[in-house]
């Protein structure tokens, strides 16, 4: 436990109750009990809601562009791979903007913490529907209704090669436990917290769905297992909301293989495992 003040005396302007005051709290919890002093940390967040966060943390980092939440992550591990990085995105932030990076970062098991804030909207402009919203969600710019089924985000982590993937609900308790747990994993740490948006996208009855995965003696490192569980909840229609850690293995860091490569020589990727 450190003594650290991550207080900086702005007046938070999310909406009175908004789940992102729980993230806010579970996440300085999980830092002050880490022990690791403020030189050893650094913060990334986007555009949105969800990125106010950063005025919020009197921690160093950069309040970047939307969408680019990760190459920035990226750059400051490059620059200081000893740093432990915490960057913040929302669905639209990583979803829609910064799909890209999303992928790329799990392959290259970059290590470094990521919390995606997934509300099912672009709430600071106005709730318009983002890759996760469930089909049939209105708005003004879709006043029809989407009608294209929602990204998986905890399959496509699996798929791309994190190797922890989490999902919480924003509730202080589960959100500074899964930190606590991704403290001490090297390498991507994909955590989706389940954010409900009090104006644009509310509860929907999600929460009473949510079971633990560790309860019910999940193989954390069965891909297979954690496939399935994947499966269980489509962002669309929630019978059974399995939450937790799906997936957590031990490999390579981006840092490290290269160090492999160097070391291996010229035909050395082949005997990387992947
Ligand atoms: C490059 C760029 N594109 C679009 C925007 C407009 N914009 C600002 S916030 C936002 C939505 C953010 O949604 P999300 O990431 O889900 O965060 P939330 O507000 O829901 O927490 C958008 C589209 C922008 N600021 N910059
Ligand atoms: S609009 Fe939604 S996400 Fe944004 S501060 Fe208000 S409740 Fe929170
Ligand atoms: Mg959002």
Redesign the pocket.
């Known amino acids: 436990m450190t003594n650290i003040n991550l207080n900086t005396g702005i007046i938070p302007t999310w909406c009175p109750g908004c789940w992102n005051f729980q993230v806010l709290a579970g996440v300085k919890n999980a830092i002050m009990k880490s022990g690791k002093k403020k030189e050893e940390l650094a913060i990334v967040a ?6 106010k966060i950063f005025d919020y943390l009197n921690l160093n980092g950069i309040n970047t ?3 680019r939440v990760l190459p920035t992550c990226l750059g400051i591990k490059i620059g200081n791979p000893n740093l432990t990085v915490f960057g913040f ?6 979803y829609a ?1 910064g799909m890209e990076h999303l992928i790329h970062t799990a392959r290259y098991n970059l290590d470094m913490k990521y919390i995606v ?1 997934n ?1 099912q ?5 106005v709730g318009q529907p ?1 890759p996760t919203t469930e089909i049939g969600f209105t708005d003004k710019t879709t006043p029809q209704g989407v009608k294209i089924a929602p990204l998986n985000p905890i399959k496509l982590m699996l798929a791309a090669g994190a190797s922890f993937v989490a999902r919480v609900y924003a509730e202080v308790g589960q959100v500074e436990e899964v930190l606590d747990e991704a403290m001490n994993h090297k390498g991507f740490c994909f955590i989706e917290v389940l954010q409900p ?1 009090l104006i644009f996208h509310p509860d929907a009855g999600y929460k009473e769905k949510t079971y633990s995965l560790e309860k019910t003696g999940h193989d954390k490192t069965n891909f297979e297992a954690a496939m399935r569980k994947a499966e269980e909840f489509d962002y669309n229609k929630a019978e059974k909301i399995p939450m937790g850690i799906f997936y957590q293995i031990k490999k390579p860091v981006f840092e490290e293989q290269f160090e492999q490569l160097k070391k291996l020589g010229k035909d050395g990727w082949k005997g990387i495992k992947r």
């Open positions: 986007g555009i949105g809601c969800h990125a562009l939307h969408g995105s929302g669905d639209g932030d990583c903007e804030h509300n909207v672009f709430a600071l402009t983002t948006c």
